[in-house]
């Protein structure tokens, strides 16, 4: 695991997940938008937004097959930018490549919806193979939007988003995500106050839309006070009914018979309660911890498939938890203002699992190839079985393989006192200084 610092001072921010090499998206207070590259210091690429930015996130918000960076501000500004750079600058063996010239930073799109945002998600919410964008507001509103084109030019983006839902929440919305339901179907999952979450029912029909007002191309004006809301309290005791929720859904479990059934999703809160829930009724395990949890991840750092959830706390504290409640964790030297995690091009041409910590003292920091050989714990003993060595130096050593009391009396010699190992005469040569190696034996490093 290595550590990269970047000195800048960002609120917002998401791993980019392109076709290749990830990227990191940023965004500040003033506008900014800025792409970092591999283990560069500096922008690869910056843009300039209208407002502060509270949202960024990167995804197919138009459904041609291709990535495109979000940015919302609080004033409810949409900005959509292009940053794929074009077919004739291919990228250098680094996997480095040039910046985009003047004329291609101009804004692809901009559009005005309401204002106050808080939260995004950019995925198909509906199950019908289309992205959709999805706002959680400081109000305890969430609208769902769909982007209408307006051109069948795959070229150029011409088109609105157009409002399909929106749904008023009981508890501020800080956290939206997806998960699969009892039938495979996507839910969209938003949490709620005090360990709780909500399930918002996604009842649009596109043929039965009503026409925008004339004059009025603003997704506002396709809004329908319509409540289609499912709450679920994880737990009867809560110590506080108001503490903040964060969650997130559809955490990989590696390759299982049947893709059926609820998928799982975690849940934190600030006074420092994790779950992990398989389902609206099955509590995998619960986890308090000392700490204020104010950020939720998953991310695979085993290499297993199954995605281990990771919980940041403000002072720095980070919890990587797999599905059996097996706890890893490290100290953050500062205090954090914002947090991520997944799969990014740090290091050589390969994207590997990063922790993104933004301090309050104007830093980046990029905790990157953060991998695990395991999370269960284990001992020595298992891991000399792994190695075809072990085995014969035993037979050599005339130790029995299976008489575990002598293999561990053997381990605790040869580790703690190798000068007093008995000779053994099946064994017994001598090396061209004269000296009796047999009373040294030695247990492969590798096993070690």
């Known amino acids: 695991m290595g550590l990269l610092r970047v000195g800048v001072n960002f609120p917002s921010l998401t791993v980019f997940p392109s076709l290749q090499l990830n990227e990191l998206v940023v965004g500040d207070t003033n506008g900014k938008l800025c792409v970092y590259k591999n283990d560069d210091s500096k922008p690869w690429t910056v843009r300039s937004c209208q407002g502060m930015l509270t949202c960024v996130g990167v995804g197919d918000v138009c459904n ?16 959509l930018f292009d940053l794929t750079p074009p077919p004739s600058k291919h990228p250098d063996a680094s996997g480095h490549q040039e910046p985009p010239v003047a004329d291609e930073q101009k804004l692809v799109f901009r559009q005005h919806i309401p204002a106050n945002t808080k939260v995004m998600l950019i995925n198909d919410i509906d199950g019908d193979g289309k992205f959709e964008l999805v706002v959680g507001y400081t109000d305890r509103v969430v609208r769902a939007f769909r982007w209408e084109d307006q051109s069948e030019s795959s070229d150029h983006i011409s088109g609105q988003l157009v409002l399909l839902k929106k749904w008023l929440l009981e508890g501020q919305v800080d956290s939206l995500s997806v998960n699969p339901g009892p039938d495979g179907a996507p839910e969209m999952m938003v949490s709620q106050p005090g360990c709780g979450y909500a399930i918002l029912l996604c009842t649009w029909k596109s043929d039965l839309q009503p026409p925008a007002e004339e004059g009025d191309s603003s997704a506002t004006s396709r809004e329908a006070p319509v409540r289609d ?9 809560i ?10 859904g559809s955490i990989g479990r590696g390759c ?21 829930m398989e389902g609206a009724d099955k ?16 991310l695979d750092v085993t290499g297993n498939g199954h995605e281990e959830v990771i919980a940041c706390a403000w002072d720095g504290q980070t919890y990587i938890i797999d599905h059996n409640r097996t706890v890893a964790r490290f100290q953050v030297d500062e205090n954090v203002s914002a947090f991520c995690a997944g799969l990014y091009a740090c290091k050589g041409d390969h994207n590997s699992p990063c922790l993104v910590y933004v301090s309050f003292n104007q830093k980046i920091y990029i905790y990157w190839d953060v991998q695990l050989e395991r999370m269960e714990s284990t001992n020595l003993l298992k891991i000399l079985e792994t190695n075809p060595e072990y085995r014969d130096l035993l037979q050599q050593l005339g130790v029995e393989a299976d008489d575990v009391s002598a293999v561990r009396d053997l381990i605790h010699k040869t580790l703690y006192f190798p000068e007093k190992q008995p000779q053994n005469s099946s064994s017994q040569h001598r090396d061209p200084a004269g ?3 047999s009373n040294h034996p030695t247990i492969p490093e590798d096993g070690l």
């Open 64 to 79: 041609r097959g291709k990535n495109l960076v979000v940015a919302v501000s609080a004033e409810g500004w949409f900005n």
């Open 229 to 237: 809301v499912i709450l679920h309290q994880t737990s009867g005791r």
């Open 239 to 248: 110590h506080n009914k108001n503490v903040s929720t964060h969650l997130v």
């Open 256 to 276: 299982t018979k049947t893709d059926a059934g609820s998928g799982l999703f975690a849940l934190c809160t600030l006074d420092g309660t994790l779950k992990l």
């Open 283 to 298: 509590l995998l395990w619960s986890v308090q911890v000392d700490h204020q949890l104010f950020a939720l991840e998953k």
């Open 435 to 437: 000296a009796d190696s």
